[in-house]
């Protein structure tokens, strides 16, 4: 249906997470459409965005700096760090304006069956951060699932003995959430993490 070119871009396409191929496929479209206006500013924007593109050497943030620009503000707190995953959350965390400490992204979770072991994420430099910088407190935002739970039990363990509070996010309903529509988990989560309102 499409030349080798055509296809290899909708192949390319299509691996971004959020593009299926029929969505790919749109998306090219409207970029072949429109090569001065769309394709070509994207293409140099690409390439420019990969050639300045550095992980910080701090947090494990993307930036075009080798300290991002979120270490290197003095306006937020720096006694209070939170751990991510990867730098998906820490942006999700940030579009919220509702914290204004430090991150550290450890580059992903422990997994026994992926082969994913403690030496593999970037754990050894949140403890090296808590014990050079004098954090108060850890919060740890690790997914609710099984690979996230036993990567938060872990890092809060291996904080034992350090003078630092460690947090974790809550889990429950989201805002807005019916009981009848949530999963078994999700209601679980809701229970356990239940605040007493009135006494």
């Not at 090219?28 to 090569?35: A, E, G």
């Not at 979770?109 to 992926?114: C, K, M, N, Q, T």
Request: with cysteine; glycine share 8%.
């Amino acid at each position: 249906m499409y030349n080798d070119e055509i296809n290899n871009l909708i192949k390319l396409m299509a691996k971004i997470p959020g593009f299926g191929p029929r969505s790919a496929r749109r998306g090219v479209l409207n970029l072949i459409k429109n090569p001065n206006d769309l394709m070509l500013p994207l293409a140099n924007k690409l390439i420019e965005t990969a050639k300045n593109i550095k992980k910080c050497k701090v947090c494990g943030n993307l930036d075009t700096e080798d300290i991002c620009k979120i270490c290197s503000d003095d306006t937020r707190n720096k006694q209070i760090i939170c751990v991510v995953e990867d730098v998906s959350d820490l942006w999700a965390l940030e579009r919220t304006n509702n914290y204004d400490g430090l991150y550290h992204v450890l580059g992903g979770v422990l997994s026994a069956i992926d082969g994913v072991n403690p030496e593999d994420l970037n754990i050894k430099g949140l403890v090296e951060n808590i014990k050079a910088k004098g954090i108060k407190e850890v919060i740890i935002a690790t997914s609710a699932t099984l690979a996230g739970q036993t990567t938060s039990f872990y890092i809060s363990d291996l904080l034992e003995g350090l003078d630092v509070t460690v947090s974790r996010l809550a889990q429950g309903i989201p805002i807005g959430g019916e009981l009848d529509y949530l999963d078994d988990g999700t209601i679980g989560a809701a229970l356990n993490s239940r605040k007493i309102i009135n006494k």
